[in-house]
Structure formats: C-alpha cells, structure tokens
C-alpha cells in the first residue's frame, strides 16, 4: 500500500531564500509524481509532473526531482517571494491510484 | 480550455440532512475522481471513474455516500445522511489518460461542507 509523507509540514523563510520540499513514498513502483500547489480555500494547482522514466522536471523558479529507488522527491523553490506563500503537496500514481502527502505549509516572509 | 468546474462552492447542513456536489470534468477527460480533504490533511480518494465506469471506490463509506457519472461526463457526489465528520473540501479532478496510466491531474475549486 503506497504512502506518501511530507517533511517538514510547515516551513517559514525570509523572502529571496533557496528551499527545499521533501516528499517520500514507499512503493516505488510509481507511474508519476505530480507537485502541487494550494492557496487557502482553493482547489490544486498542478506545478510539476515527473513521469517515472524521467529525473527531473523544471518550470520557472521550481524544480521537481524524483529518485524512486530511494522512494523521495524534492522540491526546490529558488529565490523564494511572498507569492509562494501556500501548502505545496506531493501525490505518487500508480496501481490506479494517486496518493496524496498532507502537503507542507509555506510561508515567505517579506 | 475550461478547467474542471464544481458547485455548489460552500454548503452548510446540520447533521442527517442531504447533500449533493456537480462536477463538470475537461471536456474529453476520460477520468474523473472525487477526493475528501479534510482541514490539515491531504486529499483521500473516494471514487475513480473511467468514462461512466468505476475503477476504484475502496474508500468510499456506501452507507451513506453515493456518486455517479452519467454519460461519461457529468458526475454528483451525494451524502445521506451526512454526519459531523463529513465536514470537509470535496474535490473533483479529471486527467486526460485512463486508469492505469493516470497522467496529470487537473483539479477543481472544491466545495466546502460545513455539518452542525
């Protein structure tokens, strides 16, 4: 049975810094890992989607990297703002089903 | 492109009444599935549908939830009769493969339940 976690489950910055977003599973034999993003009383925003023959995933100041041997997938936000300010949550897909984290919460502080 | 639309957007019922949630998936999106997002917690899979089809409702509490996708398009989830703890976002989303090799997941607004 696939579980996702999270770490850690809130994290606040100060603007302009690197971060990183971690996201473990425990079955690796996933189709895909999709991040996303969710701003409060909001549905999910799709940010990135890692198909499982691929390494990694880039779109603007994000990147996505997945190593399923070792089941964990990073996030990385690049010279953060008070924009991303959000839950960001991980979801592993495979076996017909995509599992969701319970997602880190972001603040960036200005 | 329109994305996945949902209503009604907020509801509130006291316990043991009724409930009924609209989902309208990207047009040709053969998958729908509807999640229950409880406050702090991530989305949990109710039900998968492909085309008009079921391909997973493991986690879906018969007794009283119910959902149908007429057609292969349109789906409503339906709660009776609803209880405290089914206070939550229910999130509809649709993805443009079918089961089995579920691309991206395109999501909805959600719709907020509120039970007294």
């Known amino acids: 049975k696939q579980e996702v976690t999270q770490i850690p489950a809130a994290l606040s910055v100060p603007e302009g810094e690197n971060l990183v977003l971690n996201c473990s599973f425990t079955?690796?034999?996933?189709?895909?890992l999709q991040w996303f993003r969710q701003d409060p009383g909001k549905g999910l925003t799709s940010l990135l989607l890692i198909q499982s023959s691929q390494r990694e995933q880039t779109s603007g100041r994000l990147n996505a990297s997945l190593d399923k041997s070792s089941g964990r997938s990073t996030l990385y936000i690049a010279a953060s703002q008070p924009g991303d300010s959000a839950t960001y949550l991980c979801?592993?897909?495979?076996?017909?089903?995509?599992?969701f984290g319970a997602g880190t919460r972001l603040f960036v502080k200005a | 492109e329109a994305g996945v639309a949902q209503s009604p957007r907020y509801k509130i019922i006291e316990k043991r009444q009724s409930v009924a949630f609209w989902c309208n998936p990207i047009s040709g999106h053969a998958t729908l599935y509807w999640y229950q997002q409880i406050l702090g917690q991530g989305p949990k899979l109710l039900i998968q549908?492909?085309?008009?089809?079921?391909?997973?409702d493991s986690q879906l509490p018969k007794d009283r939830f119910s959902a149908e996708r007429l057609k292969g398009v349109d789906s409503t989830l339906k709660i009776q009769p609803a209880k405290l703890e089914d206070s939550a976002v229910y999130l509809c989303?649709?993805?443009?493969?079918?089961?089995?090799?579920?691309?991206?997941?395109?999501f909805g607004e959600g719709s907020r339940l509120t039970v007294l």
């Open positions: 079955d690796s034999a996933i189709y895909n």
């Open positions: 549908f492909q085309n008009n089809g079921v391909v997973d």
């Open positions: 989303a649709s993805s443009p493969q079918g089961a089995g090799n579920t691309g991206e997941l395109f």
């Open positions: 979801a592993g897909t495979g076996g017909f089903k995509t599992i």
